[in-house]
């Protein structure tokens, strides 16, 4: 940007004759303006208030209430299945190495309960009021106050680099077709919805687990975070804890095994 002003080039003198004065141009133009402005509202509301009218569901409402629903979709899959296996447990002509195996594939697979040592990692938004906290930062942006996709996949990444037999983000168990993906502040998970904090659960050597949190150049960055502005990192010892087994559907759609 110029530090000078900029002037238009002087004017001639207007020829004589009539003119049209520039106030009843503007004056006609507002005019216009209004009434396109107030038919459009009009076509719009057709007849409905809609500032104050109930019956317009917010988008995050419908959000939460599907997230609610596919919640307790699972949880009647979940019971489903269970009766499913014990009544084909009763006599399904396998033998006992057969179920011996078809238990393992069900363990890896994430399909069943696994219980051990466990880390528990919360990631929390920084306050929305955040400054920056050491000289030589700029002072934050939005986007830099708050949990993204890439920081919860960077943990749940360093957690199986450390040997994790199983994760359970929030309250739900991750398989190898599960996707955690951000959309805003939210966490859409296998169709439910969360807000943060946001904890991430994971069977293992608690010593391997850890080590591999603090050589993980995506956690490193992420920690630079956490010391400037204050975006929150927790990680604790549960000890002994039980992962659910995934309650979902396993079916693939376009994956075919390998022969």
Known sequence: MSNSADFPPPQSSPAPGRRIRPVRVLTAAVFA???????????????????????????????????????????SNAALRDEVDTLAERD????????????????RAGTQKLKGEAITVTLNDAP????????????PEPDYLVIHQQDL?????AL???GAKGIKVMDQRLISTSAVRCVGNTLILQGRVYSPPYKITAVGDPGKLQQALSESPAIQNYMVYVNVYG????VTEDGPVTLPGY???VDLQYAQPVE
């Open 128 to 139: 929305p009021d955040a400054t920056a906290k050491l000289p030589g930062y700029p002072e």
């Open 160 to 162: 199986w680099q450390g």
């Open 33 to 75: 303006l209004a009434g396109l402005i107030f038919f459009t509202s009009f076509n719009t509301a057709k007849g409905t208030n809609i500032r104050t009218d109930d019956s317009l569901l917010k988008l995050s409402d419908l959000i939460h209430e599907r997230s609610k629903k596919n919640g307790e979709l699972d949880e």
């Open 231 to 234: 975006l929150g990192w927790k």
């Open 92 to 107: 399904d002509g396998s033998t006992r190495t057969q179920d011996a195996k078809l238990a393992g594939l069900e363990k």
């Open 153 to 157: 996949q960077a943990v749940v990444n």
């Open 247 to 249: 309650s979902g559907t």
